[in-house]
C-alpha cells in the first residue's frame, strides 16, 4: 500500500469557522509534511514532522495547527483563515533518514475560504 | 532565494517528439533528484528520481541526464503522448534535511 489518503477531498469555509484536514498513511514513514499549493505554483512546505514530533515549521500563520496524533495519521486544523488561505493542501509522508527520501503525496484537499 | 530553477516554465510538442524540461540547482548539499508529474486536481506523484552517483537514468519513455559539475539535470520525455500532459515538477532534497526543493514547474501539453 503506497497510499496517502486526504479527506476531506474538498472543503468550503468562513473565516470565523474552525474546520480540520485529515491526511493518513499506512506504509510505516515517520516522516511527514504539509504543503500548500497555489493554482500554477510549486508546492510550499508548511510543516515536517518527524517521529511524531514537529521538526520544521517554515513561519507558517498560527491559524495553522499541525497534529500528529501517531505514527500514521497527521491533521491541520484551521481556524480564522482569510480568503488568500484557499489553495490545494498536500500531505506527504516519507522515510526518515539516509538514502531513502522518496515522498509520496495524497490527492489533496481543494480549501475554499469565502 | 530559489534553490531550484526550472525551465521553460511551459512546453507544447507533437504527439511522438521529444520534450525536454531542465533544472538547475544552487545548494551542493542536494544529493536525491526527483521529478514529479501532477494532473489537474491531483497531488504530484514521484516519476523518476537520481543521486549524483550516476549520470543517467532510464524507466521506460523517461530519462533523466545528471551533471554534477554543471549542477544541472534534466527530463527526457520520448515518444511523448497525449497522456503525457501534465505540469512536470524537478525538486531536491538532502538526506540531512529529508525535504523537498522544488522547481517552479512545467506545463507540458502533447498535441496529437
Known amino acids: 500500500d503506497t497510499e496517502v489518503t486526504q479527506t476531506p477531498k474538498h472543503l468550503v469555509m468562513g473565516m470565523t469557522n474552525k474546520k480540520s484536514l485529515k491526511c493518513e498513511q499506512h506504509m510505516g514513514h515517520r516522516a511527514m509534511y504539509w504543503y500548500k499549493q497555489k493554482a500554477k505554483k510549486p508546492p510550499e512546505l508548511m510543516f515536517v514532522?518527524?517521529?511524531?514530533?514537529?521538526?520544521i515549521n517554515e513561519s507558517v500563520p498560527s491559524r495553522f495547527s499541525p497534529e500528529c496524533p501517531n505514527s500514521s495519521l497527521l491533521n491541520l486544523h484551521l481556524h480564522a483563515l482569510q480568503p488568500e488561505d484557499s489553495a490545494l493542501y498536500l500531505c506527504a509522508s516519507s522515510q526518515v533518514g539516509a538514502m531513502n527520501t522518496e515522498a509520496f503525496f495524497g490527492q489533496g484537499t481543494r480549501l475554499t475560504v469565502v | 532565494q530559489q534553490q531550484v530553477k526550472q525551465s521553460p516554465q511551459s512546453l507544447i510538442v507533437q504527439k511522438g517528439g521529444i520534450s525536454i524540461i531542465n533544472c538547475a540547482y544552487e545548494?551542493?548539499?542536494?544529493?536525491?533528484f526527483p521529478w514529479y508529474q501532477q494532473f489537474p486536481g491531483k497531488g504530484p506523484a514521484l516519476l523518476i528520481a537520481i543521486r549524483p552517483d550516476v549520470s543517467e537514468k532510464k524507466e521506460g519513455r523517461f530519462t533523466i541526464s545528471f551533471n554534477k559539475s554543471a549542477k544541472q539535470f534534466s527530463l527526457h520525455i520520448m515518444d511523448s503522448q497525449p497522456g503525457d500532459s501534465a505540469t512536470y515538477f524537478c525538486a531536491a532534497s538532502s538526506d540531512a534535511g529529508n525535504m523537498l526543493t522544488f522547481g517552479g514547474g512545467t506545463r507540458l501539453m502533447v498535441k496529437p
Open positions: 545548494n551542493t548539499a542536494f544529493d536525491y
Open positions: 514532522y518527524s517521529y511524531e514530533k514537529l521538526s
